[in-house]
């Protein structure tokens, strides 16, 4: 009896450790029922995410060599364990990465782009590798994609494609001029072809990604046509246009971006956006032969993390707490060598980042901007002693007090949306004295207890 008892003792936790686990990840409803997310729906509540942007042709064979001369050769190197292992140790909860860009080397199956340039094909389906590393992991897979990079074709491509009907001879001057990226891609027989790669590329993975992050603000492709491709293939997509473009195929708001929205050195509330954030972290990028090292020409730069993991967390906090942030929150940009090395201090970085984020977890991951105490876009319409999140359901406030007091005592306003709070406590620990004030609440840390310089959490109890 005692056997059994045990065994239905042990069950029960599992099962209650499931129920948990589904119920961070927003997968169960109040009621217990199971419910399924659209990508979009997941994009939406994602704070943290890697982009991956390996690119035949840019990306250099180690530092300071020169790209490799032969596309197979590129694509059998990439280790795609590797990237889903960087990934889950910053804490990344989906990875965008370059199905293709220079040249439009492809590193995935696409039928419609073989046909026409088989050598432009990887024999390797990279994309199905790392989809299948990521999902192992529990990681969500977005497909960067270029509407147009006929700017970089070789003249006899162009002629191929004016010979088979799908570039027009008038776009040539356009193509060529140095015009980039106001041509692209209003020419019809383009599109034509674009919208049957498209297809060609949703048909083999749509139900492997959750979306697509497309370059260029899908240019001047017909939006409404390449969402219903999508949405046939992968219902719910998530999609972003660079450039915070808002037309179809665009589910969500994005855009690359060259630093953390402002250069302050020292601890603070950074500028952050509503839109999802894709910032470039490391000095040099492939998609701009790596030379491009926030917004300045580096032509010997041998690639390195430009920020501490700190400064990277506190923006992760100040990007995710803002009012109408549902896009994504922010996406670290790098990316390894083809040797599968990474930029100078960026994995060990980022694991850094990882700790410091899983640390917090419940004060991050499945959260919202708060409403009680609001932040907007701007460092200035932030509380001045950090930023908050609620529980989506209303129950917590989670305080994370980047700017501290001097002393043990924070002083607080009373909350925006008028609730009030019965208890407050350190999130990893210890009481904290809640006491109301005619201006809000005072909260005092324990006894022989310091604000962190990081971060201090104090998760608030609501009063219902």
């Known amino acids: 009896m005692n056997t059994i008892s045990q065994l239905a003792e042990s069950k029960a936790h599992r099962l209650s450790c499931i129920l948990l686990l589904l119920c ?12 399924a997310q659209t990508p979009r729906q997941f994009m939406q509540k994602a704070k943290l995410g890697l982009f991956v942007h390996y690119v035949y042709g840019l990306t250099q ?41 220079w040249r439009m080397n492809m590193l995935l199956r696409c039928p419609a782009w073989k046909k026409i340039f088989p050598s432009h094909v990887s024999n390797r389906d990279v994309v199905g590798g790392l989809a299948k590393a990521l999902r192992a992991k ?32 008038r ?32 048909q083999r993975y749509g139900g492997e990604i959750a979306g697509y992050w497309i370059d260029d603000g899908d240019a001047a492709a017909n939006g409404v046509r390449i969402s219903r491709i999508i949405e046939q293939y992968t ?60 917004g300045n020409v580096r032509v010997h730069s041998t690639g390195r993390l430009m920020y501490p993991p700190s400064s990277l967390y506190r923006f992760l ?6 009012s109408g942030q549902h896009n994504g929150g922010v996406v670290y940009a790098t990316s390894p060598y083809s040797n599968n090395h990474w930029e100078a201090g960026v994995r060990k970085g980022l694991t850094k980042l990882g700790a410091m984020v899983r640390k917090n977890a419940i004060a991050i991951y499945n959260t919202i901007p708060s409403r009680a105490y609001v932040s907007g876009e701007s460092a200035a319409a932030k509380p001045l002693w950090g930023v908050a999140v609620d529980s989506p359901h209303g129950s917590y406030v989670y305080l994370h007090v980047l700017m501290p007091p001097q002393s043990r005592t924070l002083h607080i306003a009373k909350p925006a949306d ?47």
């Open 24 to 35: 961070a990840a927003g997968l169960l409803s109040h009621s217990g029922r199971l419910h």
């Open 61 to 101: 064979a180690a530092p300071g060599k020169p790209p490799l001369k032969n596309l197979n050769d590129f694509a059998n190197c990439l280790n795609v364990q590797g990237i889903a292992d960087v990934a889950q140790a910053m804490g990344a909860q989906y990875v965008i990465f370059t199905a293709y860009h």
């Open 138 to 169: 529990g990681i969500k897979l977005v497909l960067y994609m270029h509407p147009d990079d006929r700017h970089d074709f070789p003249r006899a491509m162009i002629n191929k494609l004016i010979k088979i009907g799908f570039t027009s001879r």
């Open 171 to 202: 776009e040539l001057p356009n193509i060529y001029s140095g015009t980039y990226p106001r041509f692209e891609p209003h020419d019809p027989k383009w599109n034509r072809l674009y919208e049957q790669i498209v297809r060609s590329i949703a």
């Open 235 to 294: 219902p719910g997509a998530a999609v972003w246009l660079n450039g915070f473009a808002t037309h179809p195929p665009a589910t969500l708001i994005g855009s690359e971006v060259w630093n953390l929205l402002d250069s302050s050195p020292k601890p603070h509330l950074y500028n952050t956006s509503t839109s999802q954030a894709a910032i470039v972290i490391a000095d040099v990028w492939w998609a701009c032969k790596g030379t491009l090292a926030a």
């Open 317 to 322: 906090l100040c990007q995710i707490a803002t």
């Open 418 to 464: 008028a609730v009030t709070f019965r208890k407050a406590q350190l999130l990893n620990g210890g009481v904290v004295r809640l006491v109301p004030d005619a201006a809000g609440y005072a909260l005092t840390l324990p006894h022989a207890m310091h604000w962190s310089k990081l971060d201090t959490v104090i998760r608030l109890t609501v009063r219902k």
